[in-house]
């Protein structure tokens, strides 16, 4: 897994074949995201054949969303859940490990205005590290009032009337969402699993009460198809109910979906290496200054929703908010003139079924296997995916759906990680780096030297190796989550769609109407990324 495996994925009309094939899955996947690719990653590590299918493209929905960071929840530490704040700190070593490529450590400096502040966090914080065992990231400390200027230059001398004390720093991990999703399909297929996008699940299948596969369409051509497997994980986010009443129209409602906004800003807004953390906002949320990509970010949070868009609009008070509150904590006052792109995301929240099979293996997903076998999974966060997907697959031999074989995924390094001990071709953090081992196979491609979007890296190149090796079918595909122009600057992204485009059509064998139709419809995507 070190090591690149192939350059190039197998092309649509080869992965539509292989939809064909009469002989039954072991495992089959709905759901693309976190959840999704990470239990398929699960499974196959374990030598099970494995299919995971996706309705539009790997991470499209919440799972290319995220704040970014790979945290143990410091909130939850406040609250007392040490079992849970352990267990994603465990999770966050085991990926910085396996993934060094993907995930680096962040330096957060939390600012304190009074006076207990920084006893109080600092305390917390030491159990936050000695939580993290032999896996932390690296210690946290107090800082003085000078050293909290020098780590974190842009925050705020001065907020309501209180003077700045001094602050803590303490380390959690950042990575890159959509990008660690096209990792962990390609570590599917490096262990001998299959990944399709862009193939919605439509029913399932039935032999008596048990359900024995499901059958599907391509979003694209049209044709569906039936597939066959022992045991079919339902693993679509907040979308998770729509598949249970494919199995039982009476199934009560799992999820209430809670929608998180970010803003992105330019670097200035924060031009060290350091984010910085706002613990309790006016109304109690926690609200992160952080830099990503050579840009700000800042979010999240978090508002109900009673509805699913895949690509839902951030509401504007939500803005305000993020806007306002940010600018009490930064020396300059970001505006809306300064937003470069604006995203909002889904979170599934699990509710209280009421249903004795529910099993919850931790406070933040649950799974639920149904009388005719289908198994459920949602909740959860990208910090702990690799667990979530362990616990699924366990809970599936547990219910006598697979067989009995252990769980290879603690130890696993993620397709492009270098061998232990090596070098990155590039450094961590940088778009480049999100590579690791196919850099080479990447920058040998036409246009390695032709750049498109400079705001997030964006070659020619890129876009090639989108098409041959991470099966990016659309525009959106490649400038929102092979590349992240999108959550970037959005105007530059709109800027590059028909050029990119004419590379994807080259590369797909599609025509100048193709070309057309897709700069299209980026261009309404990206008009909800955009506020002027």
């Avoid at 205005?113 to 032999?134: H, S, W």
């Avoid at 406070?363 to 959860?380: D, F, K, P, W």
């Amino acid at each position: 897994m070190t090591d690149s495996v192939s350059s190039q994925l197998p092309n649509r009309p080869a992965l539509l074949d292989i939809l064909r094939q009469p002989e039954p899955w072991d495992v089959i996947v709905i759901g693309g995201g976190a959840t999704g690719l990470g239990t398929a990653v699960d499974a196959a590590a374990r030598g099970l054949r494995t299919l995971l299918v996706e309705g539009a493209d790997f991470a499209k929905g919440t799972s290319s969303k995220a704040t970014k960071l790979v945290h143990g929840g410091v909130r939850y530490l406040a609250q007392g859940n040490i079992s849970l704040v352990r267990e994603a700190l465990h999770e966050r070593g085991l990926l910085a490990r396996n993934a060094p490529h993907l995930a680096w450590p962040l330096g957060f400096v939390v600012p304190a205005y009074n006076l207990l502040d920084q006893p109080f966090y600092g305390i917390g914080l030491k159990v936050y590290d000695m939580l993290a065992g032999k896996l932390n990231l690296a210690s946290s400390r107090w800082l003085s009032r000078a050293e909290t200027m020098t780590h974190a230059a842009t925050v705020a001398p001065e907020v309501k009337g209180k003077r700045l004390r001094g602050g803590v720093l303490y380390y959690d991990g950042q990575f890159d969402d959509a990008r660690l999703a096209m990792a962990l399909m390609r570590t599917l297929f490096d262990l001998g699993g299959t990944a399709v996008n862009y193939v919605r699940a439509e029913g399932l299948v039935r032999n008596g009460e048990r359900i024995e596969g499901v059958t599907v369409r391509d979003a694209i051509g049209g044709e569906a198809y039936t597939v066959r497997g022992k045991c079919v994980i339902n693993a679509t986010g907040v979308w998770v109910d729509a598949v249970r009443r494919m199995d039982d129209p009476q199934a009560q409602t799992m999820v209430a979906p809670s929608q998180g906004t970010h803003l992105t800003l330019p670097r200035e807004f924060l031009p060290g290496d350091d984010a910085i953390l706002i613990p309790k906002t006016d109304d109690g949320r926690v609200l992160f200054v952080v830099p990503w990509n050579g840009h700000t970010i800042v979010g999240t949070t978090d508002s109900p929703r009673d509805d699913l868009p895949l690509e839902p609009k951030a509401d504007p008070r939500e803005i305000d908010f993020i806007l306002e509150t940010a600018g009490r904590y930064l020396t300059r006052k970001p505006t809306r003139a300064d937003v470069t792109s604006v995203w909002a995301g889904l979170r599934p929240l699990v509710k209280a079924t009421g249903d004795a099979a529910t099993k919850s293996l931790s406070r933040e997903h649950t799974i639920l296997v149904s009388a005719s076998g289908l198994v459920t999974v949602t909740g959860g966060k990208w910090t702990t995916y690799r667990r979530m997907a362990q616990d699924v697959i366990d809970t599936a031999i547990e219910k006598q759906l697979l067989p009995q074989r252990p769980s290879r995924t603690a130890d696993l390094p993620l397709h492009g990680a270098p061998r232990q001990g090596a070098a990155l071709p590039a450094a961590q953090g940088t778009p480049d780096s999100y590579y690791g081992t196919d850099l080479a196979a990447l920058r040998a491609l036409p246009g390695a030297d032709r750049m498109l979007v400079k705001a997030s890296g964006l070659t020619e190149a890129h876009v090639r190796y989108a098409a041959r090796a991470e099966l990016a079918r659309t525009v959106e595909d490649v400038l929102s989550r092979r590349n992240r122009a999108l959550f970037l600057d959005a105007a530059a992204a709109e800027l590059a769609a028909p050029e990119v485009a004419r590379i994807l059509a080259e590369e797909l064998g599609h025509d100048a109407a193709w070309q057309q139709a897709q700069q299209a419809a980026f261009a309404a995507t990206a008009a909800g990324y955009r506020l002027h």
